[in-house]
């Protein structure tokens, strides 16, 4: 059973850029939820996505954008990038339906630096 | 707000040393918490599980704890090896919201 596949695993960017990032969770899931790591704030949720609609949304500005598509990939968008969205973007993956009761798979993140 | 603590944030042990590692939870209306570990640079990796009606959970050298009354879990890992050296994170699942809150991780070296 594949796991959770993360595109592209690095990126450079440049700052007022703008980036997106992919995630296919495992087969037969269809939640996908991202996460934001750095080591000055450590993970933070981004949002959550469940048959193409966002569940929740963190505390980020709204130049983090996301969706999903119906076979339940993701995406994640980050518009004129800056200097501190340097970070490890990580996709989890769940079934979704109902309480997460099997917890969440993770993906191997992608790496993005924005200088 | 559920917040998420772990200490200490680093720790140093010999190799076969047992390493006890601590997690606390303001908010004791979880739903589950799992335990990661994080190799420098990689995703996260599953350890356990523990549901909100069960104590602990074991496997193999790992074995993680929950007490929910004091907000507390523990993962204990027995007879430590090198290969043990990594980053353990806690999470804290509650149904509301359908997200995990990360406590910062304990970077744990396992010195041979």
């Known amino acids: 059973k594949a796991g959770v596949t993360q595109t592209p695993r690095y990126l450079i960017k440049t700052r007022g850029q703008q980036v997106t990032l992919s995630c296919s969770p495992i087969?037969?899931?269809?939640?996908v939820s991202w996460y934001q790591q750095t080591p000055g704030q450590g993970l933070q949720f981004l949002f959550e996505y469940f048959s193409e609609t966002q569940r929740n949304k963190g505390n980020f500005p709204g130049r983090f954008s996301g969706r999903q598509f119906s076979n339940s990939r993701s995406e994640m968008n980050v518009s004129t990038l800056e200097l501190g969205d340097s970070a490890l973007y990580l996709c989890?993956?769940?079934?979704?339906?109902?309480?997460?009761?099997?917890?969440?798979?993770f993906g191997s993140g992608t790496r993005l630096t924005v200088v | 707000k559920q917040e998420v603590t772990q200490i200490p944030a680093a720790l140093s042990v010999p190799e076969g040393e047992n390493l006890v590692l601590n997690c606390s939870f303001t908010?004791?209306?979880?739903?589950?918490l799992q335990w990661f570990r994080q190799d420098p640079g990689k995703g996260l990796t599953s350890l356990l599980l523990?549901?909100?009606?069960?104590r602990e959970q074991t496997s193999g050298r790992l074995n993680a704890s929950l007490d929910k009354s004091s907000g507390r879990s523990t993962l204990y890992i027995a007879a430590s090896q090198p290969g043990d050296s990594a980053t353990y994170l806690c999470?804290?699942?509650?149904?509301?919201?359908?997200?995990?809150?990360f406590g910062g991780g304990t970077r744990v070296l396992v010195k041979p």
């Open positions: 523990i549901q909100s009606s069960q």
């Open positions: 989890a993956s769940s079934p979704g339906q109902g309480v997460i009761t099997r917890g969440y798979t």
């Open positions: 908010d004791s209306a979880i739903y589950n």
């Open positions: 087969s037969g899931h269809r939640s």
């Open positions: 999470a804290a699942y509650k149904a509301a919201g359908n997200k995990l809150t």
